[in-house]
């Protein structure tokens, strides 16, 4: 029997959910910096390492491993998530040594560049044509990096990675056909195999978490994996009651709240030329969303008239 498509719900309780998985995404920051001792690949290696554990816990628990696995038979759907496995690898990897050290606000600054890249990646990948608005809003987006570069002193590559890499994996998630949580859990099954060498590999080392970790530290490591799987349930579920005209302006929650952390909490600096750069990112944010609920206005208005 097929399983009827959730509509689309306004209340109070869906949109609290919606707000939660993102306010708990911004908080991770908090979360790795209090692992800022440890080395950040290794921090992946136990993230990978620790999500195959709760994932499958859960996937087993709802009977969708055994159909999963037999899914991963086909080549070209290994292959995708093969290489959405690499990409979320880098984005993670990028992510964390960021964090732990001290470039916080360049992380939140890739997450803003990232909707501006898709705009990007459908002109150049899937040759869509820009409307004024947008093309506008990309100018500006250019402008702000520009901008950046000259008060960084260098290519702010961090934010760029992270963007490029989070754009490019989730066009990939587009092409495999899973669910969010099917699609994590064979990714990091792809992953397995090299985090549990790599840890192998640095477990005798004299800064490994193996060697200097204390029991709380440990605490944090083991739930690498509960705070990436449960943020994703949360939000598999956020995602099919909330209206994305909702959905799509909270994206922006988790890269001001490390804007904030970054500036507020960490105490990075702030000069007057990033606040200009970051200041055009904004432009060219709002400029996105204006243009997001002007279309789909017009859309819902010519479907209430068919």
């Not at 306010?23 to 440890?38: M, P, R, S, V």
């Not at 080549?75 to 990409?87: F, Y």
Request: glycine share 4%.
């Amino acid at each position: 029997m097929t399983k009827p498509v959730a509509k689309p719900d306004t209340s109070q309780a869906a949109i609290a959910l919606s707000l939660s998985v993102y306010f708990i995404w911004g908080a991770l920051t908090l979360y790795w910096k209090e692992l800022h001792g440890f080395d950040p690949f290794e921090l992946i290696g136990w993230r990978v390492t620790s999500s195959i554990v709760v994932l499958t816990v859960v996937m087993l628990a709802t009977g969708r491993l055994v159909p999963l696995l037999r899914s991963l038979r086909n080549p070209q759907l290994l292959l995708r998530i093969a290489l959405a496995s690499v990409l979320l690898t880098i984005n993670w990897a990028t992510y964390v040594w960021a964090v732990v050290n001290d470039h916080v606000i360049e992380t939140a600054l890739g997450y803003f560049i990232a909707p501006i890249l898709t705009i990007v990646v459908g002109v150049f990948v899937l040759h869509e044509k820009l409307r004024g608005i947008q093309r506008v809003a990309v100018s500006f987006a250019v402008g702000g990096i520009a901008v950046l570069t000259v008060a960084y002193g260098r290519v702010p590559w961090i934010a760029l990675i992270i963007a490029t890499s989070w754009t490019f994996y989730a066009y990939l998630k587009k092409k495999v056909p899973l669910a969010p949580l099917e699609s994590l859990t064979a990714e990091v099954i792809v992953l397995a195999a090299p985090a549990f060498i790599f840890l192998c590999a640095t477990w005798n080392n004299v800064d490994s978490v193996q060697n200097t970790a204390t029991s709380v530290e440990w605490i944090f490591v083991a739930f690498t994996g509960v705070i990436t799987a449960v943020p994703l349930l949360m939000f598999a579920s956020a995602s099919q009651r909330t209206p994305l005209t909702i959905l799509g302006p909270m994206q922006y929650i988790v890269p001001t709240m490390n804007f904030l952390i970054g500036w507020l909490m960490f105490n990075e600096a702030l000069t007057s030329s990033k606040v200009a750069g970051f200041s055009l990112i904004w432009v060219c944010l709002a400029l996105v969303l204006t243009d997001l609920f002007r279309t789909q206005r017009q859309q819902q208005i010519a479907s209430s008239h068919q």
